[in-house]
T-cell receptor, first 114, second 114 residues
Framework: GAGVSQTPSNKVTEKGKYVELRCDPI?????LYWYRQSLGQGPEFLIYFQGTGAADDSGLPNDRFFAVRPEGSVSTLKIQRTERGDSAVYLC????????????FGPGTRLTVT | QKEVEQNSGPLSVPEGAIASLNCTYSDRGSQSFFWYRQYSGKSPELIMS????GDKEDGRFTAQLNKASQYVSLLIRDSQPSDSATYLC??????????????FGQGTILTVHP
């Protein structure tokens, strides 16, 4: 079946602009996660949704970052007033309901802030 | 002290040898442990999960977990050049506000040379 999809695959924006990154999880997966990965580092947790609600947003670096999942499927990560330090690969993962906690990643969106 | 530590490598092994990748974690409440493989420019791919002490084998891969020592490892038997990638260790502390969050190490670069 189809895996996690993310759009766009690449996004170049100017400092100060607003961006939206989209994630479409594996069909039937109830949990959705956003991570950010910088070069040479492991992914860093941002936020976790169980259904429509954010169960844990402790990884969001500041109030410029916000994410929604209004219908419990597709999620959008929104970044306001982008800064050059926001440049990274933004990864989305999804996980089926149950106790395995296995997470499956999408291809990521490479964000470059100039 | 980092929550999840891996030797960044690079680890270089000849084709056909056993590659041994190691990971330590600091949170004794961690309950789920995962190994991801990440090829250059690609997203992490789940290859092994382990939840209880001991060994778990899947094909050429064996994951080992020792919760008392807070140590998890991945063995790759009969290493192939196609195994050359970065291997990421990830742990999950289930419960409370940390539910669902994966904490990653920085990854170990593995090179298998013919």
């Amino acid at each position: 079946g189809a895996g996690v999809s993310q759009t766009p695959s690449n996004k170049v924006t100017e400092k100060g602009k607003y961006v939206e990154l989209r994630c479409d999880p594996i069909s039937g997966h109830t949990a959705l996660y956003w991570y950010r990965q910088s070069l040479g580092q492991g992914p860093e947790f941002l936020i976790y949704f169980q259904g429509t609600g954010a169960a844990d947003d402790s990884g969001l670096p500041n109030d410029r970052f916000f994410a929604v999942r209004p219908e419990g499927s597709v999620s959008t990560l929104k970044i306001q007033r982008t800064e050059r330090g926001d440049s990274a690969v933004y990864l989305c993962a999804s996980s089926p309901r149950g106790s395995s906690y296995e997470q499956y990643f999408g291809p990521g969106t490479r964000l470059t802030v100039t | 002290q980092k929550e999840v530590e891996q030797n960044s490598g690079p680890l270089s092994v000849p084709e056909g040898a056993i590659a041994s990748l190691n990971c330590t974690y600091s949170d004794r409440g961690s309950q789920s442990f995962f190994w991801y493989r990440q090829y250059s420019g690609k997203s992490p791919e789940l290859i092994m999960s382990i939840y209880s002490n001991g060994d778990k084998e899947d094909g050429r891969f064996t994951a080992q977990l020792n919760k008392a020592s807070q140590y998890v490892s991945l063995l790759i038997r009969d290493s192939q050049p196609s195994d050359s990638a970065t291997y990421l260790c990830a742990v999950n502390r289930v419960g409370g506000t940390s539910y669902g969050k994966l904490t990653f190490g920085q990854g170990t670069i593995l090179t298998v040379h013919p």
